[in-house]
């Protein structure tokens, strides 16, 4: 299934993946009704929900919002829908739980109008912290030496994946690290922009499954040309580290 709403051409798709997600839907949509600029479209691709999902998104008329609903293989699958449809020059991952804070929107077209760049990262607000981008050392942070998260901080130019493909469905739990990882590895363009954009929630697959997590971060160091041996330290301490959690 799928619906469309004034599909114009903003600046900014904000992009979002769902699965049964009624009972957290209302708080990103309410977010979303808040932003002060409200040039941006929201994508949502589904994964054929049996809940009320798809009953709740068809209520919002105050958004320009598009919807597909079908059967996939998981988030990524549905993030590269949901990239696919988007019609802006760049987009946002929310999942479901997330939310924006009110200027957010606001602040993120401002980056872009400002500069001609490939991503730009502003900090996120999660577990009672505000998280930023890390120090420069992708060895040791992946990613995260380059953006501060995937979802709700960081403004992606969708003409990317181009160059770069869409997120891999060789890492279920990390593909958006391996894209991610790659692009800052190539010397991409990216602004960190000093405003904080939302709520990520880290009660996602990720957040629960310590050890997969650990794994694929380990699996993404190595496919993205990371030293072998430092990778297996850096592993084996982040597993010890995180024993109690496993």
């Known amino acids: 299934m799928t619906s469309d709403i004034n599909r114009n051409k903003p600046t900014l798709s904000i992009i979002t993946a769902t699965y049964n997600a009624a009972s957290v839907l209302p708080r990103l949509i309410e977010s979303l009704r808040l ?3 409200q040039d941006f479209e929201w994508v949502v ?10 009953e709740l998104l068809a209520q919002v008329k105050d958004l320009n919002l ?22 802006g020059k760049y987009y946002l991952v929310l999942g479901a ?7 957010a929107v606001a602040a993120f077209r401002s980056a872009v109008d400002d500069s001609d760049v490939d991503i730009i990262t502003a900090k996120v607000f999660a577990d009672g912290i505000v998280h930023s981008v890390r120090r420069p050392w992708p060895w040791l942070y992946g990613q995260f030496a380059y953006v501060s998260s995937h979802a709700v901080g960081t403004a992606i130019r969708k003409g990317l994946h ?5 997120y891999s469905h060789r890492f279920p739990m990390a593909a958006d690290q391996y894209f991610l990882k790659k692009v800052g590895d190539s010397g991409a363009n990216i602004v960190k922009a000093d405003f904080v954009a939302g709520e990520f929630s880290t009660e996602g697959t990720s957040g ?9 971060c380990f ?3 190595l496919a993205t040309g990371e030293h072998r041996f430092f ?12 024993y109690r959690r496993l």
Do not use: C, H
Request: aromatic share 8%.
């Open 35 to 37: 932003q002060t600029d």
């Open 45 to 54: 691709a589904d994964g054929a929900s049996s809940d009320n999902t798809l």
């Open 66 to 87: 598009a919807v597909d609903s079908r059967p996939d293989f998981g988030i990524y699958d549905a993030l590269n829908r949901a990239v696919t449809m988007a019609s």
């Open 97 to 103: 739980d997330d939310r924006l804070f009110p200027e």
């Open 162 to 166: 181009e160059k770069f493909g869409l």
């Open 208 to 216: 629960n499954d310590i050890l997969g997590a650990l794994t694929e």
């Open 219 to 221: 699996r993404v160091q």
């Open 231 to 242: 990778q297996l330290v850096i592993f084996l301490a982040r597993l010890f580290k995180n």
